[in-house]
């Protein structure tokens, strides 16, 4: 049975009981460097202006005797002199049951909903991830209410999964569309680096109300702190295992991993880091897993991990995207042909996988879906072909079931955004599809073997 009080021990355990305070020395891009003040990387500080109110900051680095911080908010008005004090005690967000409906900003406070919900616990913000040998096998699902998804690409109770697109191909809606119809208990939400526009337009058009009350929001836009960025990932999933420790099934999502990870860049070079892969720094690679792995099945719950990767150029082997789908379960791939035929969710099967799908869909379906899969594949190599009218039927059953059945498969894919889609359903609708694809290939295959036998006494 999990202490009740062992948050608590972890926060006087790391809990510093006495106040540095250091001097600004130099003022670089973002970064302030203090002398005298020599606090471990992570550590809070306020930045004392002789002009304006106190500004809160982060050490991200420390070069000699002086620690180099990274102000989270506009560092206007900071000049050499100016007093540097920590901020007692380590990174922890007030967590608790009536948090539910609730926006947090980067920081953790409650800027909107019930703001005024009843604290019960304090997580930190930055903790390391469960043991490998006491995480539990995923073998149940959790729906999303997708059918792309639950059907093809089934989803496990503790899986880590990556939606990766290029710009404007629908991943804000589709992210809209689980948090409403997904069958987890509750929803998890971090918009990290969105503009401020979008912040609204997700809550009141892509969450919506019924949506809002089973969610916590956590949002850091683009204008902000690549701290604030940063954190504002950690502090969603801080709430997330917070609700998994009371023994819930958490969905968090993320959107956009990459612009966290762009956010991380910035600390790093300007902390001083050499730029590796593509200008980024190595502080970025060790932040992903770090993050990832957080999520997962425990004893007490479980956390599912939906992050959204923005590929630049739809190239999906740039270094975010590479090193994100090293460390993920899975991954969902939205291809921008098919937003650009209307079909949404713009989910491509052939090129989306769910490594946990055999261990929580039973046998049934996943012959039916690999069945699909099939057809989907040989479409995609006689496309051309048949878009250039150089296919001929008769010639290849394979083909000719591919060309005959493709718009029953398109037309169980497309979903519209208010639709939802219950699991049951869509497994049924699965194997009706898988059962009428072989159904239609057996006709073909009798209709070849006759024509075949009646040849010869032509």
Not at 158 to 175: D, N, Y
Request: with cysteine; net charge negative.
């Amino acid at each position: 049975m999990r202490d009740p009080f062992e948050q608590y021990a972890q926060i006087i355990e790391s809990a510093q009981c006495y106040r540095v305070t250091g001097r600004v020395s130099e003022v670089v891009g973002l970064t302030v460097v203090a002398e005298g003040f020599l606090q471990p990387v992570g550590s809070m500080a306020s930045l004392v202006r002789s002009c304006g109110s106190p500004i809160a900051a982060q050490v991200v680095g420390l070069r000699g005797d002086r620690s180099i911080l990274m102000p989270l908010h506009d560092p206007q008005g900071v000049a050499a002199g100016d007093v540097v004090t920590s901020a007692l005690g380590l990174q922890h967000v007030p967590v608790g049951r009536q948090m539910l409906g609730t926006v947090l900003d980067g920081m953790g406070r409650a800027i909107e909903g019930n703001e005024g919900f009843t604290v019960e616990n304090y997580y930190p913000v930055y903790r390391s991830a469960p043991p490998a040998l006491s995480r539990r096998p995923i073998d149940k699902l959790v729906a999303t209410g997708i059918r792309a998804i639950d059907a093809m690409n089934t989803v496990g109770c503790g899986q880590r999964v990556g939606v990766f697109a290029g710009t404007g191909v629908g991943k804000s809606v589709l992210m809209g569309m689980i948090s409403r119809f997904t069958s987890a208990s509750v929803t998890v939400v971090a918009l990290v680096g969105e503009r401020g526009r979008e912040v609204g337009d997700f809550l009141r058009k892509d969450l919506g109300e019924e949506g809002m009350k089973r969610t916590v929001l956590v949002v850091s836009t683009s204008d902000e702190s690549p701290v604030l960025r940063v954190r504002a990932g950690f502090v969603a999933t801080a709430v997330a295992e917070y609700f998994r420790d009371l023994g819930r099934d958490v969905l968090l999502m993320m959107d956009s991993t990459t612009r966290m990870a762009m956010a991380q860049r910035q600390i790093g070079l300007a902390a001083g880091e050499p730029p590796t892969t593509k200008g980024y720094p190595p502080s970025v690679f060790s932040l992903l897993p770090h993050m990832l792995e957080r999520c997962g099945r425990t004893a007490s719950g479980s956390i599912t991990g939906l992050y959204t990767v923005l590929v630049e150029g739809d190239d999906i082997t740039e270094p975010v995207a590479d090193a994100m789908r090293g460390v993920l379960d899975g991954h969902l791939w939205l291809a921008r042909d098919l937003a650009n035929r209307a079909h949404y969710p713009a989910v491509s099967v052939l090129e989306s996988i769910s490594r946990v799908m055999p261990d929580v869909v039973d046998q049934e379906h996943l012959a039916a879906a690999r069945t699909v899969r099939s057809v989907l594949a040989v479409w995609a190599d006689i496309e051309d072909l048949v878009n250039i009218g150089a296919y001929t039927a008769g010639a290849n059953v394979d083909f000719d079931v591919a060309v005959q059945c493709k718009p029953a498969i398109d037309q169980f894919l497309v979903q519209g955004i208010d639709e939802p889609a219950d699991f049951h359903a869509t497994k049924e609708q699965l194997l009706k599809l898988a059962g009428e694809i072989e159904g239609r290939r057996s006709q073909l295959t009798g209709q070849s073997g006759r024509a075949e036998v009646a040849a010869p006494a032509t």
